[in-house]
Every structure is written in C-alpha cells, then in structure tokens.
C-alpha cells in the first residue's frame, strides 16, 4: 500500500547524541538530530529567513536558529519560540543495520 521511498541518509553513529548534523539528501539540505536515541529530520533551512539550523543549539527536542533564536519541535518541525511561526517540514526516519533511512515523501 505504501510506496514511501526510504534513503540511506547516514550511519547511525554518525548523528551525534543531544546535537544535529546537516546532511545533503537528494539535493535537500536535511537536518538530523539524535535525542534520547531517537533521530528525527526536519528540513534544515529556517523558514524564518535563512538559517540554517544545523548551526543552531540543539536543547532537548527543541532547536534554536542561529540568526534569531527562533525555535522548533524537531519532532513535529512545529515553531516552539518567535519569531518563527512557520513549521518546518519533518521527516520520517527509520533505522536499519546501523543506517538512517529518512523518507522525503516523494
Ligand atoms: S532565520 Fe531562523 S529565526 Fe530568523
């Protein structure tokens, strides 16, 4: 039923614990982030201006934007802190043999 397309992102270890790494998937700049063992994927691009938040300050499931301070759930790519109010897109992950695989839903 599903034809969700899964990419090998990266190796698991390569994501470090409690912090975020920018990653170039299929020509979309993607952020990952390991929290509490869990990694998620969110788009890596601000939508407030043009930060990028692999620069930013990873604090529990929340990321905070380089430029403004904005932040986000990176769990739900939902905006937790002004002046970002625009969600950023989030990712399914799933992981197998030691690699992330990130669907990009398309
Ligand atoms: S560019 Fe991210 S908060 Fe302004």
Known sequence: MSD????????????P??????????????????????IYATD???????GRLCDGFLEGYEIE????QGMFDVRTGAPTCAPATEAIRS???????????V????
Not at 65 to 68: F, N, R, S
Not at 103 to 106: A, I, K, N, R, Y
């Open 17 to 38: 614990a409690d912090d975020v790494i920018g990653l170039v998937v299929n020509g979309l700049d993607i952020a990952f982030y390991k929290v509490e063992d869990t």
């Open 91 to 101: 990712y399914p992950v799933k992981i197998e043999a030691g690699r992330v695989f």
């Open 4 to 15: 969700t397309e899964w990419i090998d992102a990266a190796g698991v270890d390569d994501v």
């Open 103 to 106: 669907s990009l839903g398309f």
């Open 65 to 68: 934007c380089p430029l403004h």
């Open 44 to 50: 890596n691009i601000c939508t407030h201006g043009h």
